[in-house]
């Protein structure tokens, strides 16, 4: 059996929903979960096996919800590699950090994951087009895989977000629309637009069940990558939360198959100074979190006032005795070249605000100097050519230099 998909499940209230028709949020407005038969998988799957497949995240697919590999849609997406940063970790403080570089994958985001699944699986639930609003990434991996799976696709975002994702939305021949605001200005005009529209879905974040399973498959690499041990920390950018939660829930699955044991990863839920609802619901004991005002930040991608999904990401948080910090611009920044000058990994400005965390955790001792500690660089710096100033001297022909 390809899939071993049971059902979906609120994540508020736990009631069960059927996996096989078009599904959004629960009645009450909550995420759904996708559930599997993790007692069959265990008995059938051995995790040597996994080793002899592909290396691409449907590798995993008893564990995802596709249930015919013909509407696999794939641009050989997942299996992105864990690189030590041993001179930035010297520098400070952390010389067992590493990275999962999740820039190495199709349309330069782990938005690609989320993408490839979640189009795969609206394809096979006979979904006639998807629409979203997006902060850039998301838009341009759906517009690209929608293409693929020859869907048409709707993609709203803010008119600040990189321009590169306006372009690259435009190349898959997405319906491509600008919103002076921010993500949920964005979100709302694509939910009324959708609901003029029979047969298409409205695939915002969390407000479909799949994305979260196209995320969660690098939970399932990491383990297989590091010998089925896990590191002590992992730093995330945190915006929607998608990935945080998606690992953690893969982390979870693991653990009930027994293909890990001991305890799970602290998680460390990163967000920037200028767009911190996290940070701030998590200092205040609170369930979930507040509206953020006035939010902006240069790494755009976190930009996100208030997430549907808050409560998971405080859950897995609490759950793993994590923490919640927010950094700012400035730092995340310099962390950025900073990394691209010792290491020579050119990362997105989310990741460096990871970077930026893991050093002021290390100097107030959150994080011992032995630990092993992982980041999740979600993107690669090269969408985001204006966060790097270029101070390149003109020279005339013939010239000579000083």
Known sequence: MFSHLSHLECSRT???????VVQGTS??????????????VAATVD??????????????HEVLPVRDPRF??????????????PAYGRAV?????????????????????????GVSRAAELGVRGVGMPTNGNAGSAWATYAARAGLPSLIVMPEGAPEITRTECAAAGA???????LIGDAGAIVHEAI????????????????????????GYELAEQLGWRLPDVILYPTGGGVGLIGIHKALLEMREMGWITGPLPRWVAVQATGCAPIVRAYGAGARESEPFPDAQTVAF???????????????AIRETDGCAVEVSDEDLLAEQRRLAASDGAFICPEGAACLAAARDLRESGWIREDEHVLVINTGTGIKYPDTITVDAPLLPVGGRLP
């Open 195 to 218: 609901g003029r529209r029979p047969g298409w879905q409205e695939v915002s974040t969390l407000k479909e069940p799949y994305r979260l399973e196209g995320k969660k498959t690098m």
């Open 175 to 181: 319906e491509l629309y600008l919103v002076d605001g």
């Open 93 to 117: 403080g952390l010389p067992r950090l590493a990275m999962k570089d999740e820039g190495l994958i199709p349309t330069g985001t782990f938005k690609a994951r989320g993408a490839a699944v």
């Open 47 to 60: 995790k040597a096996v996994l080793a002899t497949r592909e290396a691409s995240l449907w590798k995993y």
């Open 301 to 315: 991608g976190i930009t996100v006032p208030k997430a549907l999904g808050d409560f998971l990401v405080l859950d």
């Open 14 to 20: 736990g009631e069960r929903h059927d996996a096989d």
């Open 27 to 40: 009645p009450v407005g909550a995420p759904l979960l996708a559930r599997y038969d993790l007692e069959r």
């Open 72 to 85: 696999v849609t794939t641009l050989g997406e997942g299996w992105t590699p864990i690189v030590g940063l």
